[in-house]
């Protein structure tokens, strides 16, 4: 009953999708959410195995598709700690996504590859391994690449990848969440950096991630079917005030929903070759 806000739910390809739009201020405020478009993928457990020609990478490639500009040079960054299995979702994500900025020339052009769209490919590690804030990193990057024989331009989007902490134990390793409204890293887990969004670094920030931690509050307020969270941070106070719960087939969750994101990324910035053909690529 919010004014200012668009919400629709359909699925698609055996897929319930559901997408959010805040569109005034008022509603940005009723909601505590920042103007833009939210879109949740309900999946299937990431632990169950799919393949690369699955008609749901084209659905979700789709959605991503909707938050990205036309044309341009795009920048992927894989946020998180690659040595730490719940937190390692963006390194493996980029690491299989095409980067394409360098491919010029007469090689591009007689082997169609000149139909590719620039993508530029990073993984910033974290703050305590880098001593570099991720949105600086991210921003420096975006100011400094400079134009190139194919590409005329610097980034005009940035995509993020980061793993998720849940506000609910049944989305854990079962949603993709999608938005155009950036991202807070460590915000999920207590550890607040500085936001990555287009105001701090300049151009519209995708953001995708799943879920894989849940912090132990909520964990112990949806089993015990208690509402307040407030509740049942007393309960585990003070040996589980910190803790984080994660599945244990985490180090399958997070390397088939690094396949899944990169697969459908891929063709949702390479929209003119087909998923088989972006595989080959890959």
Do not use: W
């Not at 959410?33 to 309900?42: A, D, L, M, Q, S």
């Not at 990848?161 to 409204?181: F, H, K, N, V, W």
């Not at 949806?222 to 719960?245: C, E, W």
């Amino acid at each position: 009953d919010v004014g200012g806000v668009d919400f629709v739910q359909y699925s698609e390809n055996g897929l319930d999708i559901s997408r959010l739009e805040v569109k005034t201020r008022k509603a940005r405020q009723q909601l505590g959410k920042e103007e833009g478009t939210y879109i949740t993928v309900e999946l299937p457990s990431l632990t169950d195995n799919f393949t690369e020609t699955d008609e749901r990478l084209i659905t979700i490639g789709k959605e991503i598709r909707r938050l990205l500009p036309v044309n341009g040079l795009v920048l992927v960054v894989g946020l998180g700690n690659p040595e730490i299995t719940p937190d390692s979702l963006g390194p493996k994500t980029s690491s299989r996504v095409l980067a394409t900025r360098h491919i010029s020339g007469e090689i591009a052009r007689s082997t169609g590859l000149d139909r590719l769209r620039p993508v530029a490919v990073m993984a910033t590690g974290v703050t305590g391994q880098t001593g570099i804030e991720t949105g600086e990193y991210i921003l420096s990057i975006v100011r400094r690449i400079r134009p190139t024989a194919v590409v005329a331009i610097k980034p005009n989007a940035v995509v993020v990848i980061d793993a998720l902490a849940s506000r609910r134990l049944e989305r854990l390793g079962c949603t993709l969440q999608i938005s155009d409204t950036g991202i807070s890293p460590g915000a999920g887990v207590g550890n607040h950096r500085t936001k990555i969004n287009k105001e701090t670094i300049g151009v519209p920030v995708i953001a995708i991630g799943v879920p894989t931690v849940v912090d132990a509050a909520t964990f112990a307020s949806d089993l015990l079917s208690v509402n307040d969270p407030h509740r049942a941070r007393q309960k585990i106070t003070p040996q589980g005030r910190q803790m984080v719960v994660i599945p244990r087939e985490i180090d399958l969750l997070t390397e088939r929903a690094s396949r899944l994101i990169s697969f459908a990324l891929n063709g949702a910035l390479q929209n003119e070759f087909n998923i088989s053909e972006l595989v080959s690529l890959m």
